[in-house]
């Protein structure tokens, strides 16, 4: 079955805890991106990747690293989470373009909380 | 990049025709306009895409105008599984040079009984 699929679903850590966060798709889809979802500010991309060794960032990276050493994963790694980073995440990944006939394909999002 | 707006909320009934309006002035030549469905708690689910005029798929249809500058999804006889936050999306074309798919905050239809 095609799918994004996000490890762990929910997620309780300390702050300062470094943690990571798995992506991966089966797809063969060059461009994956990870977005936060936080109520009444709708979904806000962090960072994407066009193909393997190639990132950049979205509209909200501070505090967020990714790498993409595969074209299959994309992970997001928190260094030094806070509370602010309290959040609803979700990855997705496409074709190049987003203009294959299926758009982009969503993970089932993990929530993550900051205490 | 071009911006979208679209209606904060709206309110339907079962088996009524549903068309949310989005509009994109700023839309450019190699935008496509895509529209997603979210559940809470999930991750959007791709609708439908277009380019210009119609686009007829087995859940929604979209219309694009000439201009572009809007567009209309249509969603025929909605029930209360229809019931979602639906996201209008305009651009991301690599060829261009946009490379972040930018969501807005949606349209919250609410169908009842």
């Known amino acids: 079955e095609a799918q994004v699929t996000q490890n762990p679903r929910y997620l309780i850590t300390v702050t300062g805890k470094k943690l990571t966060v798995t992506c991966s798709q089966n797809?063969?889809?060059?461009?994956m991106s990870w977005y936060r979802q936080d109520p009444g500010l709708g979904l806000r991309q962090i960072y994407y990747?066009?193909?393997?060794?190639?990132?950049d960032k979205g509209d909200v990276p501070e505090g967020y690293k990714v790498s993409r050493k595969e074209k299959r994963n994309f992970p997001l790694i928190l260094e030094s989470p806070s509370p602010n980073q309290t959040s609803l995440y979700f990855c997705?990944?496409?074709?190049?373009?987003?203009?294959?006939?299926?758009?982009?394909?969503f993970g089932s999002g993990t929530r993550l909380t900051v205490v | 990049l071009a911006k979208t707006t679209q209606p904060i909320s709206m309110d339907s009934y079962e088996g009524q025709e549903v068309n949310i309006t989005c509009s994109h002035n700023?839309?450019?030549?190699?935008?496509?306009i895509t529209w997603y469905q979210q559940f809470p708690s999930q991750g959007p689910r791709f609708i439908i895409q277009?380019?210009?005029t119609k686009v007829t798929n087995e859940v929604a249809s979209l219309f694009i105008p000439a201009d572009r500058k809007s567009s209309t999804l249509s969603l025929p006889r909605v029930s209360l599984s229809d019931t979602a936050v639906y996201y209008c999306?305009?651009?991301?074309?690599?060829?261009?040079?946009?490379?972040?798919?930018?969501f807005g905050k949606g349209t919250m239809l609410l169908v009842s009984p």
């Open positions: 997705a990944s496409s074709f190049l373009g987003g203009q294959g006939p299926y758009g982009y394909t």
């Open positions: 797809m063969n889809h060059e461009y």
């Open positions: 990747s066009m193909n393997v060794e190639v990132t």
């Open positions: 700023n839309i450019a030549t190699n935008d496509y």
């Open positions: 277009g380019y210009k």
């Open positions: 999306l305009v651009g991301d074309n690599y060829r261009s040079g946009y490379s972040t798919l930018t």
